[in-house]
């Protein structure tokens, strides 16, 4: 199931959280050797998770860490704009109708279906606050992922040639694009309507309004 | 009614007092069509700031319960940065019922929607709109203006820093040359298609760069972007 956590309640889910940032190790420090601290538990994090961004994570039946991906606003402090600006032309992208998406990530054995289903979880965010786009780096071979997933990114900037160039992307929220990734994620409409509603609502017995 | 807002975010950006943001606080309150406008802030050593159009009875009473302690408001915005409709908070415990049925008697209004703002330095911020439509009515209501709002929430606390620290204090958020570049050629009149081809970049980027100073520059669409940078000296035509 899809989950929306911001990461000061994360520990409401520890298993959830522990799986998460330890798939992160993996996918991050040893699979793709990039330069990230990984800490003596065996736990990715950096600096950015400490500003409490906000989770989208696929939650396997056992509680454990199926994929995810981290947002943060552009008018706050980010990566896009800390890291890769020479990928914006130098530009700080800055606006409240964009937040930046980073650490896009998945458990050794999950599937296309796992990843369509954060790509969703990323659009239901989009449009149920009424966003404009969202912004990310990623490597160039990821574009024909994105491509197969059914949303793909308009790239903005790159860096180097090729498969293994570094590209910053937009990613337009639009509801035309919901049918094709609920049929690549294997979930129905309702089905993602209610985990976004369950994250986002206290409890369906809140009304301000005495009934 | 969209104009309107346009020549109210016009007019923010040049607010230089207190009372002129308090006057436009009030007029945005008659443009949204909206019962009340609410903009509090709290800086990270808990000095608090508040703008509002509500009752100053029900302001006292506020501040004398204490209710921020337990308000579902205060509380299911801390901290996060998406927009929270009241609706979806918790108002089921007793003293939540009791602050809510205060609320509602004061002509605070049965329906919210707040922008939660994590500005610099450990500040935060809220910008709400409250009201007494229906349900179905407020959805329709907000659903068409919730961009405008979470732009005016950002420009409201940008203009609110920038009064209470003195100009010199707020960190100048300045624009980078690729920006300045953009508004400049569409200064000189280049269409968006043309502005891009000169630049070597995509459309897209183009929208994005300019969308990004737009925000810079607390302005409402580009037209108003291209003339606070003129005003302000950025542009060399």
Sequence with gaps: ?211 | MRRRLEALIERLAEVETVEALTELIHALRDNLDVEHVVYHSVNSTGQQYGILTYSDAWVERYLEQDYARIDPVVQGCFRRFHPVDWKSLDWSGKPQRTLLGEAIEAGVGRQGLSVPIRGPNGQFALFSVSDNRSDAEWARHTAARVRELILVAHYVNQKALELERGTDMVPVRSLSPREIDALTLLAMGYSRAQAAESLAISEHTLRVYIESARFKLGASNTTHAVARALTQGLLVV
């Design chain 1, 1 to 211: 199931m899809l989950r929306y956590i911001y990461a000061d309640s994360l520990d409401q889910y520890p298993r959830l959280a522990a799986t998460m940032f330890r798939d992160r190790a993996r996918q991050f420090a040893e699979r793709l050797g990039w330069q990230v601290e990984v800490n003596e538990k065996g736990e990715e994090r950096d600096e950015y998770d400490a500003l409490n961004p906000l989770y989208v994570i696929w939650e396997r039946p056992d509680g454990s860490h199926g994929g995810s991906m981290r947002f943060l606003p552009t008018v706050e402090r980010c990566m896009i704009n800390e890291h890769f600006r020479h990928l914006t032309g130098g530009v700080r992208i800055e606006s409240p109708l964009i937040w930046e998406c980073t650490r896009f990530c998945l458990a050794p054995d999950s599937d296309a279906r796992v990843s369509a289903a954060l790509m969703l979880g990323g659009l239901e965010l989009g449009l149920g606050f009424h966003l404009a786009h969202s912004i990310g780096v990623f490597d160039a071979r990821m574009l024909r992922v994105y491509r197969r997933l059914g949303w793909e990114p308009t790239v903005i900037g790159q860096s180097g040639e090729g498969r293994a160039a570094l590209c910053a992307g937009l990613w337009e929220f639009d509801p035309t694009l919901r049918p094709r990734l609920l049929a690549r994620a294997g979930v129905s409409a309702a089905q993602s309507r209610r985990w976004f509603a369950r994250a986002f609502t206290a409890a369906p017995k809140a009304r301000p309004v005495p009934a």
